[in-house]
């Protein structure tokens, strides 16, 4: 990659594939469904970080082994070898050739393609930073925890280079902390239940802008109990009006948008002249 997020967000909104691009017998969080959303045009890949009983770093979201390895064994609980030898299940439940990737592996596909959003930082802060200093993805890569003041430390003193976004409930209370710290801070990751809340706010929003932050919106659906943007979320944009979804939190001012249906989306923004900057 020859240019930064922030020059990139520029340009454009930025749309961030969750876990790459799935369904049918393609599972999440797979090489496959990486190359999928590249091909797709996602500008970021989200990717998940378990790490397992020997330390080593597998691509894979912690807690899912039931559903999506069809196994009752967490990936913490074993070594390496035994990770080695699992296999993903398709929609159907269906065992798959798709084993669990390496980070290293995973890192290597994407490098040069696109972003990477790599969730779960707080998993393994070191062996992580270590992994992108490694491949030379110190600027390619967005890296994430929750907005606690133990991760900014850690941040601070293991990872002060690579591009950092703390992930804000509704309210922010930490960007004007994060500005003093010796971090590469560049915007954040909101949730918020309502439009109400003041992460939904424009002036929130032109605010960030101003200091140069960018932020991030969800669009998707993990559990329909969990409001993530005030209902502007894929499932609307899909089954409803698109425009009371992406065209939604793009006209808000986002920058950028995690999806799991990422062709769908580049469509509706380019169709509808709203993916990039005037």
Known sequence: MKTTIQEAAKQRILLAAHRGVSGGN???NTLAAYEIALRQGADIVEIDVSVTKDH????FHP????S?????????DLCAEEVDALRFVNQDGVYTTDIVS???DVLALIKGRAFVNIDKFWTAIPEITDAVRRHGMQNDVIVKTSADTKWFDMVEEIAPDLPYMPIISDTDNCTEALLKRKINFIGAEVLFKTEDAQTAQQEYIADMHKK???LWANAIVYNYKAVLTGGHSDDVSLTKNPDDGWGWLADRGYDIIQTDWTLAAKLYLDENNKRFRS
């Not at 080593?56 to 691509?59: A, C, G, I, K």
């Not at 999506?68 to 913490?76: A, D, E, V, W």
């Open 56 to 59: 080593q770093l597998y691509v």
């Open 68 to 76: 999506h390895l069809r196994s009752q064994n967490y990936l913490k």
């Open 63 to 66: 807690g899912m082994e039931p």
């Open 26 to 28: 393609i599972p999440c």
């Open 102 to 104: 390496r980070l290293d």
């Open 212 to 214: 140069g932050l960018l």
